[in-house]
């Protein structure tokens, strides 16, 4: 089935299974001439890897990349960039129960169902939260890019975890201060409010649920290709595309539905000389084209369905009602390990625009 293919001109193209072979992503696309190394990829890798801290899955994986094509003499060649982790940590007797009593609000039944049973179940297959260390492969391309020809700095922090907001804080405090906590809180006062939310849950059996917001400075006017490749368009594909992501809101978003127009309306002002904008409710996207003003956006993600309690669910074998108890290694909040996650996806679709937009070339000249 086909689905795994995301962009126009900065192509990624996702693969692997959670207990297959390998986790991996090809980027079609990307301009010859970018210095790349393992180590621009691994750092990336390695703020999203599971296992460690006590708030994530126990499943310990090194997840260290390997990059098979596209990269020679320390540069990119334009050729496809392939690039891998192994799996290697994988207890797929784990997953046996799950083989015919689905998890309730996973894909286990319905991938079941659309795939003839032909899926590869073992821990969540296709639909595992492990398929995103591919998106943060490519996205650590993507972010190298964007810095280097554009000085476009994508940053995401936690924003809430179970009803715990962080509050009062400049962007400045949320990159120093959110990979110092377990959580990607932007401060750390919400950051031991937010764990202990974590654990709370974790001691009940539960999972629990947050909100990550992404700012991104440095972009000039005019991403997007309106209207269907549309900035915010492009964004909110990619952003539902990272599992148990449930919506996105761009600038005041939601409570836009109760501003007045003359509340909502970001002026326009002269600043030293350039145009420019008073505020930025719109979030840095106004007719699907890019302001110039920083591109902000929240992204919720639901609690993980798989939960040490007791919950309906139905035997495959005999079509009649039973109660499933998951077992296994899970993480009980996914919006710490999501945060990298959220900068990968955005950084790919902004370098994927900024390339139709002619601000990137297909070749950096170095000299
Ligand atoms: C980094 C990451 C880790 C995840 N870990 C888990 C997990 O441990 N247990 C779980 O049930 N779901 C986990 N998920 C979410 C499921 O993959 C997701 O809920 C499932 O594929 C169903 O898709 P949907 O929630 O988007 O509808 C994780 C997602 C991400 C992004």
């Not at 693969?15 to 297959?20: I, W």
Request: glycine letters at 10%.
């Amino acid at each position: 089935m086909a689905g795994n293919i995301l962009g126009e001109m900065f192509r990624v193209v996702s693969f692997g299974e959670s207990h297959g072979r390998c986790i991996g992503v090809v980027i079609d696309g990307c301009p010859a001439g970018l210095e790349l190394s393992e180590e621009d990829i691994q750092k990336e890798l390695n703020l999203r890897r599971p296992g460690t801290s006590r708030i994530t899955t126990s499943r310990m994986e090194e997840d260290k990349v390997e990059i098979l094509s596209g990269v020679f003499n320390g540069y990119t060649t334009g050729a496809p960039i392939c690039m891998i982790i192994l799996n290697k940590d994988v207890r797929s007797e784990d997953y046996e129960s799950i083989k015919y009593t689905p998890r309730p609000s996973h894909a286990d039944y319905f991938a079941h169902v659309k795939y003839g049973g032909y899926n590869d179940y073992r821990g969540g297959g296709r639909f595992s939260g492990r398929i995103t260390a591919g998106f943060v492969m490519a996205g650590a391309v993507a972010k190298k890019l964007l810095k280097k020809i554009l000085e476009v700095e994508v940053t995401a922090y936690t924003l809430e975890i179970g009803g715990e907001k962080a509050e009062n804080f400049t962007l400045d405090e949320a990159k120093r201060h959110r990979y110092e906590n377990d959580v990607r809180a932007p401060t750390p006062e919400a950051a031991v409010k937010m764990k202990e939310k974590i654990q709370q849950a974790m001691l009940r059996g539960d999972s629990i649920g947050g909100i990550v917001e992404c700012t991104v400075t440095g972009l000039p006017v005019g991403l997007g290709e309106p209207v269907f490749d549309a900035l915010d368009s492009d964004l909110a594909k990619a952003m539902l595309s990272i599992p148990a992501v449930k919506g996105i809101e761009f600038g005041a978003g939601f409570k836009a539905a109760r501003m007045f127009g003359s509340e909502h309306n970001d002026p326009f002002i002269v600043k030293d000389g350039r145009i420019d904008l008073e505020k930025n409710d719109a979030g840095g996207i106004v007719g699907g084209i890019s302001t110039g003003a920083p591109l902000l956006f929240r992204v919720v993600f639901k609690p993980p369905s798989s939960i040490a309690l007791k919950q309906k669910t139905i035997d495959l074998r005999t079509r009649e009602e039973t109660e499933i108890i998951v077992s296994g290694r899970h993480d009980p909040c996914i919006v710490p390990r999501a945060v990298p996650v959220v900068e990968a996806m955005t950084a790919i679709v902004l370098t994927d625009h900024a390339i139709r937009y002619g601000i990137i070339p297909p070749v950096i000249r170095n000299l």
